[in-house]
């Protein structure tokens, strides 16, 4: 389902929409990562894992496969205000980081601080519901009790498996850009800007809409996805350029969103399913038939170019978002002439 924009002003829509992804606090909040990446990415010489540009999980090769492995931290507003939606959003966001890179799922452990006992409860309560919806378990992890009730802190980090992968910096010249998302939901948390479409279904459908990446990745029809962050659908796919050292092309009247929401609000929300791929050309139809028999709405909103500079465009209006020549986000570059995968 596609909901059109009307406005007597298109030029004056895409810049409000430029405007606002790159001031965005889903963007904002990302440029630390820089400086954090380039100093710990030192340390990478003392393992065996696959070099990292900016993947979802970090990958350890593993017999005939590879171990995954990913963690997410859940904002402090979002825990003050909805612990029980936080408990079961830190579940959420580390399954399909792995389900991202065409993993599956092992297990979850978490750290946990709140002094506060009915807080302590709403959370642990929500992840308990996360891993019933997703079937994944809770292993184990650490409770910190002294916490003050506005300071509490959640992290959850998750072991996955996969055959093969898809990584965030692979995305090639001329691929399509393919968003998949479910517009069967409803807004979210009212602490962050969101889409709910894991509410009301059941653990089989939910795992059901999962696995298709797996299928994409083992089928080799993608080697390039990202989930959608709390940059949003746009610049989930900006963070998936910068990596892979590309830029693209993006149309907002392609993107799929749902009848009522303004796409000036739509390409901020965070998902409960969403991917960003990179599909060579030849393969979109296909991967977007393993979409549709799902029931995810599934397009091409745009394609990779050589120039590393993502743009928009509107009802005929262009607009430069990042020019990774200058601009960053999170500051993870691939160089495509580089040897290392």
Not at 179 to 204: I, T
Not at 233 to 259: C, F, Q, W, Y
Not at 262 to 276: A, H, R
Not at 283 to 291: G, H, I, R, Y
Request: glycine fraction near 8%.
């Amino acid at each position: 389902m596609r909901s059109s924009t009307r406005t007597s002003d298109p030029a004056a829509m895409l810049q409000a929409v430029v405007d606002k992804i790159s001031h965005s606090a889903g963007v904002i909040r990302k440029h630390p990562i820089r400086d954090v990446y380039n100093i710990l990415s030192q340390t990478h010489r003392y393992g065996k894992q696959l070099p990292n540009y900016g993947d979802d999980a970090a990958i350890v090769p593993w017999h005939d496969g590879f171990l995954l492995l990913a963690a997410d931290g859940m904002m402090t507003q979002l825990l003050v205000n909805e612990p029980y939606a936080a408990g079961k959003a830190s579940i959420m966001v580390t399954v399909n980081d792995i389900y991202a890179m065409g993993g599956r799922p092992i297990g979850l452990v978490n750290v946990l601080s709140s002094g506060d006992g009915n807080q302590r409860a709403q959370i642990v309560a929500g992840i308990a519901k996360g891993c019933e919806k997703l079937q994944v378990p809770m292993l184990g992890g650490h409770t910190h009790p002294e916490a003050p009730t506005d300071q509490p802190a959640l992290s959850v980090a998750i072991l996955g498996y996969a055959q093969k992968l898809m990584r965030s910096h692979l995305a090639a010249v001329g691929d399509d850009i393919l968003l998949a998302v479910d517009l069967d939901g409803r807004p979210g948390c009212q602490s962050v800007v969101s889409w709910d479409a894991n509410s009301g279904k059941n653990a089989e459908q939910l795992r059901r809409r999962l696995e298709v990446m797996v299928t994409i990745a083992e089928r080799e029809w993608a080697v390039a996805a990202k989930d959608v962050s709390n940059a949003g659908i746009i610049g989930t796919a900006a963070i998936m350029m910068e990596n892979s050292g590309r830029g693209a092309i993006i149309d907002l009247d392609a993107v799929p969103r749902p009848e009522g929401l303004e796409i000036l609000d739509w390409v901020l929300c965070f998902q409960s399913y969403g991917f960003i791929l990179a599909v060579p050309s030849r393969n979109t139809a296909k991967v977007k038939e393993l979409f549709t028999e799902r029931k995810i709405d599934a397009g091409v909103i745009g394609r990779v170019i050589e120039t590393p500079v993502v743009e928009l465009s509107f009802a005929g209006q262009k607009r430069v978002l990042f020019d990774f020549r200058k601009d960053h986000i999170t500051g993870i570059r691939f160089s495509p002439h580089s040897n290392a995968i």
